[in-house]
């Protein structure tokens, strides 16, 4: 018990110093360095760029960071992540050059749903061009002699409009947006499913 309870204690103190360390590489394709990091007093990410004389670039505050919200780099950019007990998202930033700004390119999505795994599923949004593409499963209690399973709803694809969002207008409220459209099309494609099923 004692070394279980120090374990948690120090993955705790990992991925809080983890969440707070800078990102430093070449963000802006100019062969300098930059750097992304979470300001855990202002709750902001805050992106300095050599293209812009190291000027502190800074979104909106992001009210529901926590230790599990961290930065994380890709291939063509970086991305925050955000994890809670049962689930998470990820927003990908990419440099423009064009317009000499940070903008979101792609959010991704899981949840584990509840203890029947209802709601559990992956999904993942280009906001270049619009594609989303999820996987969902719903808990169906009458299935199975009304012993209740889990069932996959068809990969949902399905083309949406994004408006651009910027590193500077990003906050929370910009997944959360995201979210709200999509329960309509999951909603949709989870009907559909069950009366497929009850078709049969």
């Given at each position: 018990?004692?070394?279980?309870?120090?374990?948690?204690?120090?993955?705790?103190?990992?991925?809080?110093?983890?969440?707070?360390?800078?990102?430093?590489?070449?963000?802006?394709?100019?062969?300098?360095?930059?750097?992304?990091?979470?300001?855990?007093?202002?709750?902001?990410?805050?992106?300095?760029?050599?293209t812009?004389?190291?000027?502190?670039?800074?979104s909106?505050t992001?009210?529901?960071?926590?230790?599990?919200?961290?930065?994380?780099?890709?291939?063509?950019?970086?991305?925050?992540?955000?994890?809670?007990?049962?689930?998470?998202y990820?927003?990908?930033?990419?440099?423009?050059?064009?317009?000499?700004?940070?903008?979101?390119?792609?959010?991704?999505?899981?949840?584990?749903?509840?203890?029947?795994?209802?709601?559990?599923?992956?999904?993942?949004?280009?906001?270049?061009?619009?594609?989303y593409?999820?996987?969902?499963n719903?808990?169906?209690?009458?299935?199975?002699?009304?012993?209740?399973?889990?069932?996959?709803?068809?990969?949902?694809?399905?083309?949406?409009?994004?408006?651009?969002?910027?590193?500077?207008?990003?906050?929370?409220?910009?997944?959360?947006?995201?979210?709200?459209q999509?329960?309509?099309?999951?909603?949709?494609?989870?009907?559909?499913?069950?009366?497929r099923?009850?078709?049969?």
């Open positions: 018990m004692k070394k279980l309870l120090m374990l948690m204690i120090m993955l705790g103190a990992y991925i809080s110093v983890f969440g707070q360390e800078k990102l430093v590489k070449d963000l802006d394709f100019d062969g300098k360095k930059d750097t992304v990091y979470i300001d855990q007093k202002a709750l902001q990410i805050v992106c300095r760029l050599s812009q004389k190291f000027k502190k670039l800074r909106k992001i009210e529901m960071s926590s230790d599990n919200t961290y930065i994380k780099s890709t291939r063509n950019g970086f991305e925050l992540r955000n994890n809670w007990m049962r689930a998470g990820a927003c990908q930033f990419r440099y423009e050059k064009g317009e000499k700004r940070i903008r979101v390119i792609g959010i991704t999505e899981y949840a584990l749903g509840n203890a029947a795994n209802d709601g559990s599923g992956e999904a993942s949004a280009n906001l270049l061009t619009g594609d593409i999820g996987n969902w719903y808990f169906d209690h009458l299935a199975n002699n009304e012993n209740g399973e889990l069932v996959k709803i068809p990969t949902i694809k399905t083309k949406m409009k994004f408006s651009k969002i910027y590193l500077e207008q990003f906050s929370e409220e910009s997944y959360f947006s995201y979210q709200t999509l329960e309509d099309i999951v909603e949709k494609h989870k009907t559909a499913e069950k009366n099923r009850a078709k049969k």
